[in-house]
């Protein structure tokens, strides 16, 4: 049986793969069964921030393999303390839950909110309040926060206590607010499963102020859009505002499992013995892997990732079939005149790895990609588009 045939027979049936089986990779570029080379614009959905088998990457986790790979949280490892005091001078926030996914993250900031707002504003002060259009993670109660029907079906009962509101319009928000008791609100700066939607700079500012007045919570979701990846090394830094609360994932660890809760002032002391927990949180492998990945964060880089969105955008907006580039930094959605799925297979079959979101090309290429391999790779994505 060949790999595709065993996948099919013993792998859940919840992926649809692209018809390719990828054996190795270096930096941005990645190798298949038959030998073919691939340009990756797709990072593993924002995760490899640089790229496949990095060095500095791999020693980091290599050298912790080497010493502990993992004691439980009962006892004090080195690398998960380094890691959450880094995040926290580096994102404003106080104190760092660690869990070992976006949604595991996003769980973990929904209990500081509901706690903190319990303790605060009694028992009937839960409600979270998230976007239309968002998604926070396919957990049931991650589910019921994200806001898209569709991943809800076949699902119920879900978690109560989730409301959504229209994105970019503050008015509906505070109409809401008028009405129920709400413990937090939770966005996303970035729709990236929605289709790489930006929010409005007002809208996120205005919800800053609105729930700073009725100490509501605001949960920013940087699963996605954190650790550099929008330009800013978490999103919220475009918006000149302060969270309550960050979640992030993804790219965090490089290629390694992790999730984190990053807790702002207001919560930093919500959560006590015994009130949280994961086996795997802070695993010292992830985060000495992290530790590399926020350390290389720096202003040059955060400098390259915007001069090649630049270069991105400016190729593109020219291609007759190209309508509109959304997006910051490594994070851009692309919506074309053909269907996006169409697209991305000329791509695939020109050698270039691509995403889609909703009706957008999404492309997410690591945070180091040269400008030799980007540069072959855009010249592929503007042929593919051109009508
Ligand atoms: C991917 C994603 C999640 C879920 O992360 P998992 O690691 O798959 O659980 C949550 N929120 C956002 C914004 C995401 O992009």
């Given at each position: 049986m060949s790999i595709k045939e065993i996948d099919k027979q013993?792998?859940?049936?919840?992926y649809d793969r692209f018809p390719i089986e990828i054996v190795s990779g270096k930096g941005s570029l990645v190798y298949d069964d038959e030998g073919n080379e691939y340009i990756d614009m797709t990072s593993g959905i924002g995760v490899t921030s640089f790229g496949i088998a990095d060095d500095e990457w791999k020693n980091a986790a290599i050298e912790q393999i080497n010493k502990v790979q993992h004691m439980s949280n009962l006892y004090y490892t080195q690398p998960c303390a380094e890691l959450a005091k880094v995040l926290c001078e580096r994102s404003g926030m106080k104190k760092v839950f660690f869990a070992n996914s976006g949604a595991e993250a996003n769980e973990g900031a929904i209990k500081a909110a509901r706690k903190y707002a319990a303790e605060k504003?009694?028992?009937?002060c839960y409600t979270i309040v998230t976007l239309s259009n968002s998604f926070h993670g396919r957990t049931i109660t991650t589910l019921s926060a994200t806001g898209q029907q569709h991943y809800h079906e076949?699902?119920?009962?879900l978690t109560e206590g989730f409301r959504h509101t229209t994105v970019n319009d503050i008015y509906e928000f505070i109409a809401l607010i008028s009405k129920i008791k709400v413990a937090a609100v939770m966005i996303e700066c970035i729709q990236g499963e929605g289709g790489v939607i930006t929010l409005d700079y007002d809208f996120v500012k205005e919800l800053r102020e609105v729930t700073a007045q009725k100490d509501i919570l605001l949960i920013v979701?940087?699963?996605?859009?954190?650790?550099?990846?929008?330009?800013?090394?978490?999103?919220?830094m475009n918006y000149d505002i302060v969270p309550d609360i960050v979640t992030t994932a993804k790219g965090l660890a490089g290629g390694l499992p992790i999730g984190a809760v990053l807790l702002g002032e207001k919560v930093k002391?919500?959560?006590?013995?015994?009130?949280h927990g994961s086996?795997?949180?802070?695993?010292p492998v992830c985060c000495s892997a992290a530790l590399s990945v926020i350390n290389r964060i720096d202003d040059k880089l955060l400098n390259s990732i915007n001069e090649k969105s630049q270069y991105i955008k400016d190729e593109l907006?020219?291609?007759?079939?190209?309508?509109d580039i959304s997006g910051m930094g490594l994070m851009l959605g692309i919506k074309t005149v053909k269907p996006a799925k169409e697209i991305v297979k000329i791509c695939m079959d020109n050698g270039v790895l691509c995403l889609t979101a909703k009706d957008k090309v999404r492309l997410l290429p690591a945070?180091?990609?040269?400008t030799d391999a980007l540069k072959k790779a855009v010249n592929v994505i503007k042929e593919a588009c051109k009508v």
């Open positions: 013993y792998i859940a049936g919840t504003h009694g028992e009937d076949m699902y119920h009962p979701d940087e699963v996605q859009t954190g650790n550099g990846r929008t330009g800013k090394l978490y999103s919220y002391d919500v959560f006590g013995f015994g009130d086996t795997f949180g802070g695993n907006k020219s291609v007759n079939g190209v309508e945070l180091n990609i040269d």
